[in-house]
């Protein structure tokens, strides 16, 4: 489609307008791309716990009304001047991380994750919550065919985050990997973890994880409401790594005491909360702490490629709009074990 292509009608948005003020549905004109963006038709949206930064409004700097919504996949249905990239109207990305400014000193030395002008889908400008949507083209990576669309969005959110924190985390086959929370995001670290070669232990609460972990490939599922997980991980060595998925800085802080030497904490769960972790246990055996923020869409089309060979999947649940809406507004569903997805 040409950049002149002409909006067809309007489309329905799922906006919030004022923070904590809910949903609305509102219709607006389907827009154009303007030069250097695509537009994208959306298929379907993951419903995530950063959407409830938007409703929240507890991130700083969002401008309302704003259409939240990361965990994207759809059609390229135009592009604007100057694209050369996405052309044609089958094209099928996922929108992830929302965009770079080239210019700024880490993008100038190749370090786009790092961005200072880093945009952020569905935060920085309207997101998947809506019909159409548009998008700079260096946040979109292609979907191999074999991955359904649903399964796509939040493999663009907690899978690329949990793949590519686990792959640069100097890990090896057969080191012990321990991934905390079987939640939205561990689910997908627990099945990276078992497919990288780790020795995977799934740090969850309550015996009745265990079974769901076993079937995420873990070896051995760690009940931290029974016994002290991090006693637990020094039986058996110590963890090379462990991936901090739930954002409960406490419990984070508990896990250093089970790191090896050379060991790293990975935190990946979002908390404004501080961790309470000793200068001395980190200098004794030489262990770190680390934050791990996603990647590019690269690194989503790594992770897409990843998954096409190695079957790992999210659990999802598809929800009417409305009802996926009410999870989206609510605090009390932000941690639920699945992903779901929103057809529109
Ligand atoms: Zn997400
Ligand atoms: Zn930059």
């Known amino acids: 489609m040409s950049a002149t292509a002409v909006a067809v009608g309007t489309m329905k948005v799922a906006q919030i307008s004022k923070p904590g003020g809910g949903f609305q549905i509102v219709e607006r004109e389907i827009p154009e791309p303007g030069a ?13 716990h950063r959407d409830a930064l938007v409703v929240e409004g507890s991130w700083p700097g969002i401008s309302y009304p704003r259409a939240p919504g990361h965990e994207i996949a759809g059609v390229v249905d135009a592009v604007g001047a100057g694209v050369s990239e996405w052309k044609k109207v089958s094209e099928s990305p996922s929108v992830g991380t929302g965009g770079n400014d080239f210019t700024c000193p880490e993008c100038r030395r190749g370090d786009f994750m790092n961005c200072r002008n880093q945009k952020v889908t569905g935060i920085s400008y309207d997101g998947g919550y809506q019909e159409h949507m548009l998008a700079p083209p260096e946040a979109l990576a292609a979907i191999p065919d074999s991955i359904r669309d649903v399964d796509a969005g939040p493999l663009m959110c907690t899978g690329i985050t949990t ?24 689910h997908l670290g627990v099945q990276f ?9 799934a740090i969850g609460r309550g015996s009745e994880n265990a079974a769901l972990a076993e079937k995420l490939g873990a070896n051995l599922y760690i009940d931290s409401e029974s016994v002290n997980a991090a006693e637990e991980l020094q039986k058996l060595g110590g963890a090379r790594v462990i991936l901090a998925t739930a ?9 250093v005491g089970g790191l090896s030497s050379n060991g790293k904490l990975i935190v990946i769960g979002i908390s404004f909360d501080p961790l309470g972790v000793a200068p001395v246990q980190l200098i004794s055996g030489r262990k770190a702490l680390q934050g791990w923020a996603s990647g590019t869409a690269a690194d989503g089309e790594d992770t897409l490629r990843f998954c096409e060979l190695s079957g790992v999947r999210p659990m999802t649940e598809t929800f009417p709009l409305a009802d996926a809406l009410q999870k989206a507004g609510s605090k009390k ?12």
Not at 36 to 48: I, L, T, W
Not at 164 to 183: C, E, K, M, T, Y
Not at 247 to 255: A, F, I
């Open 247 to 255: 954002p409960n800085s406490k419990t984070m802080t508990e896990l």
């Open 163 to 186: 793949f590519n924190s686990l792959r640069h985390s100097g890990a090896l086959p057969g080191d012990l990997v321990a991934v905390q929370g079987i939640g939205g995001v561990g």
């Open 333 to 344: 569903n932000r941690w639920s074990p699945t992903k779901f997805g929103i057809s529109l």
């Open 36 to 48: 250097g963006q695509v537009r994208v038709k959306v298929n379907v949206c993951g419903v995530c």
């Open 193 to 201: 973890a078992n497919k990288f070669g780790y020795r995977t232990a």
